[in-house]
């Protein structure tokens, strides 16, 4: 393990520390930190220095099954378990959790590179309200009485579905843990995490101190490659649902074993998602929104970036301009420094897909591709994972910049004047996850509103995900809902209905 104290606070050094060391090889089971079966092990990386910070656990078929078998063995007792008990304890463990959150933070920022200040803090945050708001949904697991006769009781009951199944990216990975195994668990579900090989150890850190306070085996973490752990979990026989968060490719094969074993799944898939910016739009509103909508203090990295954007062509070379000067001002920098906005990418071959993607733009006749910012020159970061917010213009709609999730820090700009036409072009994609639409008409929002085919439609502003607003796309970009009372009655419970006979 390399020496992070010269760039860290020294009140919280040794702490985190203490995690990589405590967790180095080990998964999650049954509330025990273990070495994988065979042993291996995957180095995992910080994307800033390019060091080797510790090494993650290389779990196969044999680590999933002790997992899953533990989770099974755990289900009964916490299905029993009422349900605003196991609310309690959620909401305890959410309260633990807060009192380490500068750990995790920088944990999280070591391991995905991306900016303490501007993000890592920010997702912990959330995450923990998200814990918090399903605790208090607990006592909400109620079925409903149907008048069907008046002699016969009819009613329906809210019944856990038994092991599931949460594989993350590594992107947002503990919002995204929150968001699948917090309902799961508070409607009485025994979990196996699948956690990012290439960020698992805020994850498991995370999880390790809500196990404590839950019955052994209620929630376990393993890591793997999707090949040698993704695989075997979604197979496993024991395992009742699969709640994914991660590419088409990967999602749409889930969606193959799932169908094969009929087990509910629940797929997050990626976006292309549109921003329209309309003749009245304040341009101050628009410049910010589309620096947070695109995510690119994350460098790009969220499936709801908005990645395309269309501004209205009287407004589009003031807003390009000021586009740039805003994204030359962001400080890319190492994440765990206080004065940086925007960290690395993930992996080296994630920045090489970026890149190419860039240098198919520099290739495309009448395109232009607009740099922004300054890679970072301190000798430590020298090997690091930077690249700058990139600003692309005069692109075909088929290219593929135009219609392929980058995952980057890229962000293409296309004019338009005629109302259905640029919402023809906003739908014209695969993905249907997200879109932002900025106007002072009202009629405008809602004409805009109504034809826009996406799952999260927001008018002047461009949130990330947020506790209690159902969150999930349409088409290519998957199937149901998260971070709402919806998602957990729907997609972690199975109704049953009831009729007896009074006579």
């Known amino acids: 393990m390399i020496n992070i104290a010269t760039r860290i606070n020294p009140a919280i050094a040794p702490a985190v520390s203490d995690v990589f060391t405590q967790l180095q090889g080990r998964h999650l089971v049954g509330n025990a930190l273990v070495p994988a079966v065979a042993g ?115 009613y329906t009951s809210r019944e856990p579905l038994g092991v599931v199944a949460a594989i993350l990216p590594w992107n947002v990975p503990l919002v995204l843990m929150m968001l699948k195994i917090a309902p799961a668990l508070v409607a009485g579900n025994t979990v196996v995490v699948k956690a990012s090989e290439e960020a698992p150890f805020a994850t498991i850190e995370m999880a390790r101190l809500m196990a404590e306070l839950l019955p052994a085996g209620v929630l376990n973490v393993i890591c793997g490659t999707g090949r040698d752990c993704g695989s075997a979990l979604v197979e496993h026989p024991a395992v009742a649902k699969v709640t994914f968060t991660g590419s088409q490719a990967v999602g749409e094969l889930i969606y193959q074993t799932a169908a094969r074993k009929i087990i509910p799944v629940s797929l997050e898939l990626g976006g292309k998602s549109p921003m329209i910016v309309y003749p009245d739009a ?72 970026i890149e190419s993607y860039l240098a198919l733009g520099e290739r495309t006749a009448g395109a232009q591709v607009a740099r922004c910012g300054e890679i970072p020159r301190a000798s430590h970061l020298k090997d690091g994972l930077y690249l700058q917010p990139t600003i692309v213009t005069g692109l075909p709609e088929d290219s593929p910049l ?60 461009n949130l990330t995900i947020q506790p209690n607003l159902s969150y999930g796309g349409f088409r290519k970009s998957g199937l149901g809902k998260e971070a709402s009372l919806e998602a957990m009655l729907e997609h972690f419970t199975k109704k049953k209905t009831v009729v007896i006979d009074m006579r």
């Not at 589309?290 to 990295?301: D, E, L, P, S």
Request: charged letters at 25%; glycine letters at 6%.
């Open 40 to 154: 291996a092990t995957l180095d995992v990386i910080d994307p800033a220095t390019g060091a080797v910070l510790a090494a993650a656990p290389a779990a196969t078929a044999d680590d999933v099954a002790r997992a899953v078998e533990s989770a099974s063995a755990a289900f009964p007792g916490w299905a029993a378990t009422p349900a605003r008990q196991r609310g309690k304890l959620i909401a305890e463990a959410a309260r633990v959790i807060a009192g380490r959150s500068d750990v995790i933070s920088a944990v999280l920022a070591l391991e995905t590179g991306k900016a303490i200040r501007t993000e890592c803090r920010g997702e912990v945050a959330t995450a923990i309200d998200i814990v918090t708001m399903y605790a208090g949904l607990a006592s909400e697991l109620k079925g409903e009485t149907l008048p069907f006769d008046p002699q016969i009781l009819t």
């Open 282 to 353: 304040d341009m101050t509103r628009v410049i910010a929104g589309a620096i947070a909508g695109m995510r690119f203090t994350r460098q790009g990295q969220s499936c709801t970036a908005a990645s395309r954007i269309y501004v209205h062509s009287t407004l589009i070379a003031s807003f390009i301009a000021q586009l740039k000067d805003a994204l030359a001002k962001l400080v890319i920098g190492d994440p765990l420094d206080e004065a940086t906005d925007i960290g690395t990418v993930i992996s080296a071959r994630q920045k090489a897909k």
């Open 402 to 461: 135009m219609r392929e999730e980058i995952f980057g820090p890229v962000v293409c700009v296309q004019p338009w004047d005629d109302e259905d036409d640029v919402i023809a072009r906003a739908n014209d994609s695969d993905f249907g996850l997200a879109a932002t639409v900025w106007t002072h008409d009202l009629r405008k929002a809602l004409r805009a509103v109504q034809r826009l085919d996406a799952g999260y439609v927001q008018v002047n502003q």
